[in-house]
């Protein structure tokens, strides 16, 4: 006997129903992750936390095509001078020989300009911050970077390990992973020995690189990838990983962004390279836009420079001026590139939003940044205790400094 085989009859409108389900979910779906990025911890705004959102879910090359094509159509006009008061006015001593006080490096050298004729006050390091043992460990300058955006100012910090601990600090978002033991807001216990805080690199995804902290190492270190190393001891230092440091027992973070732009003292001649498999999917090296980045002298200070309208061929030169023998980028764009220091109104006081300063004049984001929460990893800087006789007591571990200086 044959069998007979009825066919299932079309239904349009059941499809119709699952189209819709289907077409709820995946909506709804990317309306909580949208919304979550909107309150993620920190203060910034709902263009940059869309932005983010978007580079994030598949959408970098397009954010880099937007801002390369943005930032090349908007250049800084050329030539001008800066307004008013934003070279820095000497208005403290600047003595470059301190005979007294705790074990330190020599006091940095005024910087050459390099524009000409130079302004009042345009690379003379001032001593920010307080005192360790009687002595700065933070000096800071503003100098013109450019001979051809004359308008143009960058900023510039040196920093004396001897005097200062560096500690890494987790953004909620970068590196994430948390809970982490050092995360913004600072504590009460943090403001008594801060000193200054800087932003750290791009985020993980376009950062060719891997972050290490707290022995996790959230994302893989990346042998060649430029590295920002903290010691167990509170130093720091700017090297190529796997070459110059690897991961030993006294390393206590590593940061890596993309690849030296300063070795052996000289411009990496990769700088000049357009290929975005060595910058990250971000504006190209070129393009002129707030760029930042951190090197260490051939004495082991550690140098920071930013400033807005900047290649990365710039910022290199600016490190180099300062005495870097490396240097690496950090993260660029004015939302994500911010310095700041800080002068309480006694030595044993606490640093504030109210007693903080940018590097740069005209740096975006307010002192206050890293007092609240926020989606990006920092480096902070804190004085070291000293003893009674002025002396720095040595750290043995990564903890931040809790005892307040000795001034």
Not at 21 to 36: E, R
Not at 42 to 49: E, N, Q, R
Not at 123 to 133: K, N, T, Y
């Amino acid at each position: 006997m044959q069998r007979t085989y009825s066919r299932r009859r079309f239904r349009p409108r059941y499809f119709r129903i699952s189209i819709v389900l289907v077409g709820a979910i995946l909506i709804s779906t990317v309306a909580w992750s949208y919304g979550t990025a909107l309150t993620a911890p920190g203060s910034s705004s709902l263009g940059v936390k869309t932005v983010e959102w978007i580079r994030g879910h598949g959408g970098a090359s397009i954010v880099r095509y937007a801002e390369n094509f943005w930032y090349s159509h908007n250049k800084p006009p050329v030539g001008g001078k800066p307004p008013a008061g934003a070279i820095a006015k000497v208005t403290k001593s600047t003595t470059t020989t301190i005979a007294k006080g705790p074990a330190h490096l020599p006091p940095p050298k005024s910087l050459v300009p390099f524009v000409s004729p130079s302004i009042a006050g345009e690379g003379v390091w001032q001593p920010q911050g307080r005192l360790i043992g009687g002595v700065a460990g933070l000096y800071t300058t503003t100098i013109r970077p450019s001979t051809v955006y004359t308008s143009l100012v960058a900023g510039v910090a040196w920093m004396d390990p001897n005097l200062l601990s560096f500690t890494l600090f987790a953004g909620a978002a970068e590196p994430g992973h948390g809970p982490w033991t050092y995360m913004a807001p600072f504590s009460t216990t943090e403001e008594q020995s801060l000193v200054a805080a800087f932003n750290a690199g791009f985020r993980m995804q376009d950062a060719k690189g891997g972050w290490y902290s707290e022995g996790r190492q959230v994302y893989p270190l990346v042998n060649g990838a430029a590295s920002f190393v903290i010691y167990k001891n509170g130093t720091a230092n700017v090297v190529q990983w796997g070459r110059d440091q690897t991961l030993t027992s006294d390393v206590a973070s590593v940061r890596q962004n993309l690849s030296l732009i300063v070795d052996n003292g000289k411009v990496n001649p990769a700088v000049y390279s357009n290929n975005f498999l060595i910058w990250g999917a971000t504006v190209g090296n070129a393009v002129l836009v707030w760029r930042s980045g951190v090197g260490v002298t051939a004495n082991g200070a550690i140098i920071y420079a930013a400033g807005a309208g900047l290649s990365t061929a710039n910022l290199a030169n600016i490190l180099i001026r300062a005495g870097a023998v490396r240097a690496m980028e950090m993260d660029i764009n004015s939302t994500w590139t911010n310095f700041f220091y800080f002068n309480p109104s006694t030595n044993n006081g606490l640093a504030l939003p109210s007693n903080g300063s940018r590097l740069v004049y005209n740096m975006l984001r307010p002192p206050a940044r890293y007092f609240e929460g926020t989606a990006r990893d920092f480096i902070a800087a804190f004085a070291r205790p000293t003893d009674a006789n002025g002396h720095v007591i040595p750290q043995t571990s990564s903890s931040t400094t809790s005892s307040v200086p000795a001034g």
